[in-house]
């Protein structure tokens, strides 16, 4: 196969057989706001020929320090939607799709979950990022799971564990006790961070402009973005360098993937996956949740 120009230094790395292979992958990415629009993106631009990404909400004005396709001129632009335009203008031949809508068990059938090679969860509800978890084992689908990226400035701090070896992290914390009760013993590979900084007293304000440029929850349209700001009792801080590193890793733990399994026997990787992503990652129908 000829290489497309946009891969070439790419392909110098991995070997044309890993190029083609992620050429044919799918990857379904849940949410898309400071960790999953940046996976989203590194998948892109690594070469991965279909992507789905999904996500309910609009940009707002609170999302441009930290989300890939929010900026001054795609406010009030559905994230999917912005996030769509921005990765074919990076390699117009892949494939896109976007669902501006939120993942729930009742429809989860919508979103062909079983099609995927690979989905990534970067979801901040827990009772979705939940639901799609337990779908997700269910489907036998490879599932790799992000945990709370807020309230951190350090993203030398980020790792990778099975989710039942995560510490420090209070959303991997509530993500354990959550699957515990539902009953799931599955595995998978979770991305956080134990670093947790203070609040800062008096900066909770839901948005930072003048006035709120999100949409009503109370819209009677019930295809209409959802908001989440007025629902959440603390609005937490974020760094782009944090959430950012986080969504690499995600890509990342696709790409490295692939390529153990595509790659020139001659040229294994230097740093392979960690003892227990290894193992996990060899068995195809395990579960590996993004947390």
């Given at each position: 196969?000829a ?28 949410g ?15 070469g ?6 999904v996500?309910s ?5 609170t ?47 919508e ?7 690979y ?12 639901d799609?978890?337990?779908?997700c084992?269910?489907?036998?689908a ?16 980020l790792?990778?564990?099975?989710i ?10 509530l ?8 009953g ?7 991305v956080y961070?134990s ?9 909770q304000a ?40 986080a969504?690499?890793i ?7 993937d ?8 001659e ?25």
């Amino acid at each position: 196969m000829a290489v497309n120009p946009i891969f070439q230094r790419l392909s110098l790395l991995t070997g044309i057989e890993a190029l083609e292979a992620l050429a044919d992958t799918r990857v379904s990415v849940f949410g898309v706001g400071g960790v999953g629009s940046w996976c989203a993106e590194a998948l892109v631009r690594s070469g991965v020929g279909h992507i789905s990404i999904v996500d309910s909400d609009t940009v707002c004005v609170t999302n441009i320090n930290r989300q890939v396709q929010a900026t001054s001129a795609t406010i009030g632009q559905f994230k999917t939607e912005a996030l769509k335009a921005r990765l074919l203008e990076i390699n117009p031949r892949c494939e896109v799709r976007a669902f501006g809508k939120v993942f729930s068990r009742d429809h989860a059938g919508e979103f062909a979950i079983e099609e995927a090679d690979y989905v990534i969860d970067a979801i901040d509800s827990l009772t979705h990022k939940l639901d799609l978890i337990e779908y997700c084992h269910n489907a036998q689908a490879t599932l790799f799971s992000s945990m709370g990226m807020a309230q951190k400035l350090d993203p030398t701090r980020l790792k990778t564990a099975d989710i039942w070896d995560t510490e420090g992290c209070p959303l991997a914390r509530l993500v354990r006790a959550g699957l515990r009760k539902r009953g799931f013993t599955g595995h998978f590979t979770a991305v956080y961070s134990s670093e947790r900084l203070p609040l800062s007293p008096g900066l909770q304000a839901a948005c930072g402009s003048a006035r709120c440029l999100c949409p009503s929850r109370n819209s009677c349209d019930p295809g209409a973005p959802v908001e989440w700001c007025s629902s959440k009792k603390v609005i937490n801080g974020s760094a782009v360098t944090v959430t950012a590193g986080a969504g690499m890793i995600l890509a990342s733990l696709t790409l490295r993937d692939v390529y153990a399994k595509h790659g020139p026997e001659e040229t294994p990787l230097d740093a392979p996956l960690p003892a227990l992503e290894k193992t996990a990652l060899s068995e195809t129908a395990a579960v590996h949740a993004h947390g």
